[in-house]
Each structure stands twice: as C-alpha cells, then as structure tokens.
C-alpha cells in the first residue's frame, strides 16, 4: 500500500529503524527513565544531597575525579579478572571431577556446599593477614566468590549426558578420553558458560570485598573512603564504574559463548539468520 | 492359498529349524538378567534362546518392561548377563562387539556435529579410514534421503529425518548386524509408516541382520522375517511366528487377509496375559 509505505519512509527518515531495533537501545531508553525518575524523585522530596545527590552532582563527579577513577578501576578489573580466571580454571576441572566420580562427589561436594554458606565479607580480613595489603586478597576474594556458580553448572552439565549417549560411546569402544573430548565437554559448554556469567559478576563484588578490607587502591577503595568523607557523588560515579566493569566482562563472556557454543538452543535464533 | 504363513514353532524347534543355506549368525543361549537394586534381585529375563541368521529381519514384540530392551542391551554386550551367553559370528560377547550398530529409540545425535560429522563420529572414534568411510557415509546420506541437508545442524531436521541421520550413523562402518531399540517410537503415525518402507528398503539393499525391538504389532509383522512375542516381566519367549509375506511388502498389504491374521494372532498373546501398554 502507498500510504503505509510512506509512513514507513517518514519514520525511517527520522530515525533509521535498524537503529530502534538494536538491542541497546531499549535498556538504555529505560536507563534515561530511572535517571529523569532519579532526578525528580530528588527534586520533589527535597532529599538532601548528603543522603542522595542528583544526577548532574554524579555527572561532575566523573568531570573532576573520572580520570582517578578510571585509574582505580584498573587494580579493581585486574583482581576481578584473575579471580575469574582462576575460578574457570580451577572450578571447571573440578566440576569434572565430581561428575565423573562418585568417591569425589561424595567427600568434596557437601564441604563445597558447606564452604559456601560461610560469608566471605567475613573471612577477607584473614586473607589480608595472610598475604598482605595489595592483589593478592583480592584476588582470592574474587576466585572464592566466582567459583562455586562455575562448579554447579559445570557438574549439572557433565551429569547431563543421557543414558542413551552413554550407550552410544560404549557401542562404538570410545575411551574415556574421546567420550570426554567428544561428547561430555561439548555437551556441558552451555551450562558452563551460564556458570561463567554468574562467576564473573560474582567476581566483581568478591573483588571490591577484597577492597573494602584491604587495600589502598581500587574502586572498593574509593567506595570506602568517599563514604567516609560524605563525597556521596564520588561514591555514585564508582558505583556505575563498578557497573560498567560487570557489563563489560559479562558481555565479553557472552560474545565468547557466542562464538564456541553457536549450536545451542539459546543462540539458534543468531545461526537462523545467518543461513 | 498355500500353508497359511502362519506357525507357532516351538522354542527347542525354533534353534534346530535354522534354513541351511543361512548360518546362524546370533545365538542366544540360556540368557538370563537379573538387575540387583537397593530393594532386592529383579528378575528381567528369565532363560531366553533365540537364534537369528544372517540377513535375517527379527522384530521382538511384547508388553512394556518385558525386558525387549534388555535383550537388546546384553546382545549389544553394554551390560552382562546373569546367565548365559551370546555368540555373535562364533565369539562370545564379552564387550560390545565391532560388528554392530545401535540406533535408539531417540536419535542420540550430538547437537553442536553437522549430520555428516554426526555420522562420521563412529569412524572418527573407532578411528577407521575417513576417506574410505566418507565415501559410504555420503552414499549412505542418499540411501536415506538426506541429500542436501549434510551440513545442516541435527536441530533443523525433523524428528523422521533425525532418526535417518542415526540409522546412517549406526550402518556407516559397515556391521553386519544393526540392533534398533524402539527406533520409530517417538514418530507420528504417517512418518512411522514411511520410516518402515525405508528400513525394509535399507535391509533389502544392504542385508544387513536386523534386530528390531518395537511394541507396534503391525511394525513387526510388516517389516520382520519372523516375530518375537515376549511373555510379561520378567520376560521370556512366547512365540516365535514366520512371517512368509513376499517381499517387498508394501503398505496396502496391511489391509490383506494373511497380514491381518498375523497381527491378530500376535495380538492375541497379550489380550490372553493383560495389557499390551
């Protein structure tokens, strides 16, 4: 029809639509929202700017402290990112362990489970006492949070395999090597790539955990000291540092699981539209 | 008509009456399961001999948890017998033998393998010669009519053309015998109907030994050289029917006098226990 073409022209000419149907533009549409909501909520109330600052206050705190800030992001990205690191490479042989073997699913999963209900906010002070002031606590602070999300899933996606599989790796003599290489790691990718999103935001907080007790440097660092000088825009302006840091590196896993399990259910719509 | 195609051969019978011209290619002898649990011993086979002979088409019938898929495991060698033994080709089956394939009752086919690698994987992990077995996976694709969808992921092919995909997976390194658990199960009734015209046409093509466990009474009579009725859990061997329909069977012959006696009599075994389901 001429007339509904038209419209759509009009409407492309104003903005193109491949630009209001990509994916971030409805969160950041929202975002606007909570910011414009923010900013009237602390308007209308009159809520002092001791207790919540607006959002042109958090917009000058990143003018005069975006530089340091960003510096702070750095320890703070780097701790965040060894602790990942070392839970994937640690959390992912393990979940292999304990679905592969009933003795050491039953010695080591309950104390896992049991480890993991003991606050770590409460034991990072004793990380500080053993390694010192610096990477180190923080470090494990993040590897402790970031690892138990990496070892359910991964062991919920080696157990997953059904019976039926088995049968057919055994019908075919397949060691247990090529049963692992060819059909377990595969299989278990999905649901290790879901840990792996958990951990690695996980790993953020156990990161400024390691901060909050230990440290002088980091974003946890300034969280704490500018709380303690009522410099709440500062203290905003790292919070949404913090924010971007989790994105960044969720989004980063995603892209890479993306990339290495494009056959599963929850990416088929991407190979749909490529072929 | 000539002698209805129709016979109960008794079990002591069944092993002598093998024809000449065909060797005895799996023999059963004496077979018994009994799977131990936390609440005690349950018997799954009670003594069970069957012979089957090479290029043979054996379908086993019978109520559900009879053991059908038992059977088929131990003649798979995936689990062991309590008692008993079976030989395939003159060698006890001690581990899965080299010389059979397995096709599921669901395809079991590896989601992130495109159909073609999803049928090299038993090349791949046997470690047998690609180039060779490509060769007869591709041609083994246009047996199945999948032609075209080699590269396709298992996900974008229909739960007919999925089944395929793993009956080529369970021919491409050439065994003599092919064992199917429940191949068509979980298939609507017309895919069914069509799936049994092409398997008849693969055993015709290929003579492979074709052990067939199903619980359709028309599936069985239809496709097999005999019929196997097992008896209620725990299981063991009713009856044995012939089936003397000439060859190829075609889909109408369902509706003709001889087929429908078949599928009556064979039905009959489980109205006079119980229940079929």
Redo the contacts between chains.
Sequence with gaps: MPSSSRREGFARALVPSRIVNSPWVRPLALLVMIIIGWDLAVRIFSIPAYLIPTPWDVIQAFRTEGDKLLMEAVPTTIATVAGFLLSAAIGIPLAMLIAGSKTVESYLYPLLVFSQSIPKVAIAPLFVVWFGFGMMPKVISAFLLGVFPVIVAGVQGFKSVEGDMHDLARAMKATRLQTFAMIGLPHAMPAIFAGLKVSVTLAVVGAVVGEFVGANSGIGYVLQRSIGNFELPTMFAALIILALIGVILFWIIDLAERLMVPWHASQRHEILVTT | MSPSPLRIVAREEAREEAPAVRSRLIEIRGLTKTYRTRDGDVPSLRPIDLDIHDGEFVAVVGPSGCGKSTLL?LV???IPPSQGEIVIDGKKVV??P?D???V???P?L???RSVLRNIM??V???RLDRASHLERAKKLIATAGLTGFENK?P?QLSGGMQQRASICRALVHDPKIVLMDEPFGALDAMTRERMNLELQRIHFETGKTILLITHSIPEAVFLADRVVVMSERPGSVAAIYDVDLPRPRRLEMMGDTAFAALARQVRSHFYAQGQLD
């Design positions: 495991k798979a060698g995936l581990e899965p080299d059979v394939g397995i599921f009752q669901s079991v590896l989601a992130w994987l038993p791949e992990v046997r992921y996900w």
